[in-house]
C-alpha cells in the first residue's frame, strides 16, 4: 500500500437501496478508476453487495473495502462478519472507528480489538478518528491524541503500513449539524498533530500511515483540502454515491 500515491475511499453508508442501482454507480466509479495511474480507489459499499464487486476488482487501481468487521473471527456473534469472512471473499480494505459506529456504542477498546483482529487476518485498516465537536480551548487535540492511541494500542511497527488514519471531524459530515467541511488549514494542522502523536508513538524515523481527511468533500473543495491541508487521501461519504462528483474528485485526485 506504501506505493499508492493517492488514496480515495468511498464510503457508501447504507446507501443504494438495491443492487442494480449499486451496480450502475459501481460500474461508472470503476470506469473512471481505472483510467487514474496516480490514485486508488477504494469503493466500501453495504456488506451485501461485496460479493459481487470483489471479482470485478482485479486491477490494483480499485478495490473493494468493508465499513465494518467483528473482532473475532469465528463464534456466536449474532449478525456479525468476521475479518476472515471478508478477505475470504476478495475485500482488502475495512473501516473500522467511523463515527456514525462510535454513536451507536462502540468503545476504544472494542475498536482496537476489531484493528488488531482485522490486521492479523490481512486486511488494510481505515481507522477514522475525529471529535464531536470543537471548542475555543483546543480540548479535540487531545480527544483525537486518545482516540490514536486507543485505537493503535498494541499495534506495532510492522502493521503501520496496512493502516490509513482518516481524520473525520463528526460536524463536518454531510448531514450532521453544520455538515460542512473544515477549512483546508484546520486540516493542515491536524494532519501536522497526528503525525506528530504517531511520531511520538512510533518513533521519528517510523514510516508513518497515510492520514486522509473525511468530511462534506465534494468536487469544490477537495482540491484546496488536498493541496493545503496535505492530506494523502480521503474518504467521501454522500459525494460518492454521485458518478460524475465522484469521477472529478477522483480527477482531481489524480492531478495533484
Ligand atoms: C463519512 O461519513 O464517512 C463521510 C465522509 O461523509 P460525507 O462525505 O457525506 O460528509
Redesign the pocket.
Known amino acids: 500500500m506504501s506505493k499508492i500515491k493517492k488514496i480515495i475511499i468511498a464510503?457508501w453508508?447504507m446507501n443504494p437501496t438495491n443492487l442494480k442501482e449499486a451496480k450502475k454507480v459501481f460500474t461508472g466509479i470503476k470506469r473512471t478508476a481505472i483510467k487514474l495511474s496516480n490514485v486508488k480507489t477504494v469503493v466500501c459499499p453495504p456488506f451485501i453487495y461485496l460479493d459481487d464487486f470483489a471479482p470485478l476488482c482485479k486491477e490494483n487501481k480499485i478495490s473493494v473495502g468493508a465499513q465494518d468487521a467483528f473482532s473475532k473471527n469465528k463464534g456466536s456473534f449474532t449478525g456479525m462478519i468476521s475479518p476472515e469472512m471478508l478477505k475470504k471473499n476478495g475485500v482488502t480494505f475495512v473501516i473500522l472507528g467511523?463515527?456514525?459506529r462510535r454513536a451507536l456504542g462502540e468503545t476504544d477498546e472494542f475498536i482496537n480489538n476489531k484493528v488488531r483482529m482485522s490486521l492479523k487476518t490481512g486486511l488494510n485498516v481505515v481507522l477514522?478518528v475525529g471529535e464531536k465537536e470543537r471548542d475555543e480551548h483546543g480540548w479535540y487535540f487531545p480527544f483525537i491524541k486518545d482516540q490514536l492511541l486507543s485505537g493503535l494500542e498494541k499495534v506495532g511497527k510492522s502493521d503501520l503500513k496496512n493502516i490509513l488514519i482518516?481524520y473525520?471531524p463528526v460536524w463536518?459530515?454531510?448531514?450532521n449539524s453544520g455538515?460542512q467541511s473544515m477549512s483546508s488549514a484546520e486540516v493542515h494542522e491536524m494532519t501536522i498533530f497526528i503525525k506528530k502523536v504517531l511520531s511520538d508513538k512510533y518513533g521519528i524515523n517510523t514510516s508513518l500511515p497515510k492520514i486522509l481527511y473525511?468530511?462534506?468533500?465534494n468536487p469544490k473543495n477537495a482540491e484546496d483540502i488536498f493541496v493545503n491541508g496535505q492530506i494523502d487521501g480521503l474518504?467521501?461519504?454522500?459525494?460518492?454515491l454521485d458518478i460524475e462528483d465522484f469521477g472529478l474528485i477522483l480527477k482531481i485526485a489524480n492531478k495533484i
Open positions: 464510503n453508508k467511523h463515527s456514525e477514522c482518516v473525520e463536518a459530515i454531510s448531514g455538515g473525511g468530511g462534506s468533500v474518504l467521501v461519504g454522500k459525494a460518492s
